[in-house]
């Protein structure tokens, strides 16, 4: 008997032709019908799941931002797979680069978006930074904490007032710490929004056009650092992801659903075929 090997173009032909049989039959596919990450504008995905840390090195599962954890860190359980999680200890951090020229960052518009838990709030808190506030040199943006508020910070060029001017957006309500939060800030190139838990907390029309950067950041995740500060997150941080627009408040909930994004980058087709497979022949 002949061995039957597919390669790749007929693998993908019947893929594709059990896909359309099964939609046909009206066979539910449970992978296939959760809600899934929004791919449009996305430009950063870091999951923490162990599956995608190697050592200390964190991959960027969308992009090509994959970031180093520094100091003490931990891959925990966390609200999707794994998260990660800083002990407040000085120092750590999770850092994409040092070097804003190597960076992938937002630049007319903007969402960054996680879940948060936190062990204890701080003033300055930071999940995800690209900030320098030094006095009134204040340029860049960060999602991060005031005390118990969220908070979702942004320096553009129509605020500018020659050294950059920053506004911390806080959410509203105050939050407990112990408990995951969905956290996102969004920009549109005219207002800056603040969600939690998928609700709109907090508006800001102070910010208009660009978004003005500094020379030099220290783009990381779980720490506010920038030249004079370094306030570590205490607590973990899960599912971080970076959008080069403005999500709605309709893909704010969506995402606030979604488990994972639904086709890997990397392309999984024989994942995809084994699942598919095992719906058929159910
Ligand atoms: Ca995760
Ligand atoms: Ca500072
Ligand atoms: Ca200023």
Request: hydrophobic share 40%; aromatic share 10%.
């Given at each position: 008997m002949l061995p039957f090997v597919m390669n790749a173009t007929t693998k993908k032909a019947i893929l594709s032709l059990v896909a359309a049989l099964i939609a046909g039959l009206g066979i539910g596919i449970p992978v296939i019908a959760q809600t899934v990450v929004i791919e449009d504008g996305l430009i950063g995905y870091w999951s923490f799941d162990k599956n995608t840390v190697k050592g200390n090195t964190v991959e960027d599962i969308w992009?090509?931002?994959?970031?180093?954890?520094?100091?003490?860190?931990?891959?925990?359980?966390?609200?999707?797979?794994?998260?990660?999680?800083?002990?407040?200890?000085?120092?750590?951090?999770?850092?994409?680069?040092?070097?804003?020229?190597?960076?992938?960052?937002?630049?007319?518009?903007m969402?960054?978006?996680?879940?948060?838990?936190?062990?204890?709030?701080?003033?300055?808190?930071?999940?995800?930074?690209?900030?320098?506030?030094?006095?009134?040199?204040?340029?860049?943006?960060?999602?991060?904490?005031?005390w118990k508020a969220f908070s979702f910070a942004l320096s553009s060029d129509g605020a500018d007032d020659g050294d950059g001017l920053l506004t911390y957006l806080n959410s509203v309500n105050t939050y407990d710490v112990g408990e995951w939060h969905h956290v996102v800030g969004t920009y549109d190139g005219e207002e800056m929004k603040i969600y939690v838990d998928g609700k709109l907390e907090a508006t800001s029309s102070v910010q208009s056009g660009a978004i003005n950067y500094p020379d030099r950041v220290f783009f990381s995740i779980g720490a506010y650092k920038d030249d004079n500060e370094d306030f570590v997150h205490k607590g973990m941080l899960d599912e971080v992801r970076l959008y080069d627009r403005a999500l709605s408040e309709k893909e704010v909930a969506n995402n606030m659903e979604a488990e994972g994004l639904a086709v890997e980058p990397a392309g999984k087709l024989s994942l995809t075929w084994s699942q598919i497979k095992a719906a058929a022949s159910r």
């Open positions: 992009g090509d931002q994959d970031a180093e954890m520094i100091g003490k860190i931990e891959i925990v359980q966390g609200k999707f797979g794994e998260a990660v999680q800083l002990g407040g200890g000085a120092g750590a951090r999770v850092e994409m680069t040092d070097d804003i020229k190597k960076a992938t960052l937002p630049t007319e518009e969402t960054v978006e996680l879940w948060a838990w936190d062990e204890q709030f701080i003033e300055w808190g930071g999940y995800i930074v690209a900030v320098q506030d030094n006095g009134a040199f204040e340029k860049g943006w960060l999602l991060g904490t005031r």
